[in-house]
Nanobody, 123 residues
């Protein structure tokens, strides 16, 4: 089971980035998926999650209205469109596949994780 995240980089405050996560075919496509992030010295926190159909999405309050999660089930790719980025969004972002079909913010419900991609926001 492999998840490969990419798309991180350096962006100016107020800018945008799109993260991608390619999921191996050995991972079931009938699983919810999510994005989490971890800043230096902080715990990993929930960002967004989407159901297996892609029809239901949930967001952390801190990113609601700025970030959009989506998935291409045919291509097995998960996306995170991030707009209006601020210094508080700087972190390593991880994609993850959940044990169940629905979207969840519960980190313990995710059993497969990507390696992370670094987002740096410059002021």
């Amino acid at each position: 089971v492999q998840l490969q995240a990419s798309g991180g980089g350096v962006v100016q405050s107020g800018g945008s980035l799109t993260l991608s996560c390619v999921v191996s075919r050995r991972t079931s496509s009938n699983n919810g998926m999510g994005w989490f992030r971890q800043a230096p010295g902080k715990e990993r926190e929930f960002v967004a999650a989407v159901s297996w159909r892609g029809s239901d999405a949930i967001y952390a309050d801190s990113v609601k209205g700025r970030f959009t999660i989506s998935r291409d089930r045919a291509q097995n790719i998960l996306y995170l469109q991030m707009n209006n980025l601020g210094p508080e969004d700087a972190a390593v972002y991880y994609c993850a596949s959940a044990r169940q079909a629905w979207a969840t913010r519960d980190l313990t419900m995710y059993n497969y994780w990507g390696q992370g991609t670094l987002v740096t926001v410059s002021s």
